[in-house]
């Protein structure tokens, strides 16, 4: 079946842009989970879903973030007022439950200039 | 704050021989590991994952070791392979806590 997919795979923005990153999940995975990983790290934690809420926001850095999942599905990730820190590859992940298996998705690759 | 640590950056072993990556956590209320593999330009594959209540967890070539004493993990390969040869991610959970902390990554690479 499909797995979880990502666009775009890659963004090259402007500081002080707004941009927008798609997830689909898996279908009929209810946990949906956002991570961003920088070079020479692993993913960090941004955000968790559980439906359609928000289930842990924890690690969003500030306010000039913020994600959605209107219907239980497809997850956006904005960013606005972009700043050249937010460079780096967005992943996100779906599992068919909350603390079961992550599926990740191939990323979207944000270069902020 | 780093509460996953792979003090290893890369590891380079012969095809056929044991590859061991080796991971540390500091979180007492850690109680799911996982390893996934990342290649170039695609997300972390699950590999691997072993709950607290085990030692020792086995799939195939794959095998992950719990200390839960020493805050320590670890996976061994026997065989590598040159497929093998990826970025390795150690990742834990805690109960109602549902995001993972991954440590940095491990670069393995299995030379023909």
């Known amino acids: 079946g499909a797995g979880v997919s990502q666009t775009p795979s890659n963004k090259v923005t402007e500081k002080g842009k707004y941009v927008e990153l798609r997830c689909d999940p898996i279908?009929?995975?209810?946990?949906l989970y956002w991570y961003r990983q920088s070079l020479g790290q692993g993913p960090e934690f941004l955000i968790y879903f559980q439906g359609t809420g928000a289930a842990d926001d924890s690690g969003l850095p500030n306010d000039r973030f913020f994600a959605v999942r209107p219907e239980g599905s497809v997850s956006t990730l904005k960013i606005q007022r972009t700043e050249r820190g937010d460079s780096a590859v967005y992943l996100c992940a779906s599992s068919l439950w909350g603390r079961d298996t992550q599926y990740f998705g191939p990323g979207t690759r944000l270069t902020v200039l | 704050d780093q509460q996953v640590k792979q003090n290893s950056p890369s590891l380079s072993v012969q095809e056929g021989r044991i590859s061991i990556l080796n991971c540390d956590y500091t979180n007492s209320m850690f109680d799911y590991f996982l390893w996934y593999k990342k290649y170039p330009a695609e997300g972390p594959t699950f590999l691997i994952s072993?709950?607290?209540?085990?030692d020792k967890n086995e799939d195939g070539r794959f095998t992950v070791f719990l200390n839960k004493s020493a805050k320590h993990l670890s996976l061994h390969i026997v065989p590598s392979q040159p497929g093998d040869s990826a970025v390795y991610f150690c990742a834990a959970s805690a109960t109602n806590n549902n995001d993972m902390r991954f440590g940095a990554g491990t670069r393995l690479t299995v030379k023909p």
């Open positions: 072993i709950s607290s209540i085990k």
């Open positions: 279908s009929g995975h209810t946990a």
